[in-house]
């Protein structure tokens, strides 16, 4: 897990955590990506909070391996290197992490049945969340060619611009 924060002012700490199925496609491209753009762009200093980012799979097969060399290849011609160890998701992280962010509906539902609190279910969010637009899957690409992973980062990223205006207004129910 990464924590970024701001030297100038001490701010809250949103904890994020990614979820897909193996853990080494679609979820560590996401704290790929954030992390990035935590630590890059111009306007991560205006944001209101500091980050910390992860990510999990459903299933433990991948467990200790890179992401996908596919979607590290895709992910650093873009700028992202993408050096997470997979892990399976624990029931741990429905306590360290604010929101839970599934890629797909087959995931939300396994993370939710995972979930040992309904108050915790709150935090489990579908990434189509933050779409905005009705979609609701990051399709796997893993079985696809190369394009599906380039289709997945164009994805990701267009989420990912959104998710600081979704803190901001989660931040304002509380």
Known sequence: MTTYQSYQQKKPIYRILFVCLGNICRSPAAEGILTCWAKTLPEADSWKYDLEVDSAGTGGWHAGELADQRMRQAAEKRGYPLTHRARQITLQDFTDFDFLFT????IQKAVLSLSPDQVWTKKVRPFGELLGDGEIAVPDPYFGNQKG??????LLERGLRHLPAFLQRESEKS
Do not use: A, G, H, N
């Open 149 to 154: 992973f380039d289709e997945v980062l164009d």
């Open 103 to 106: 890629m797909d509906p087959s």
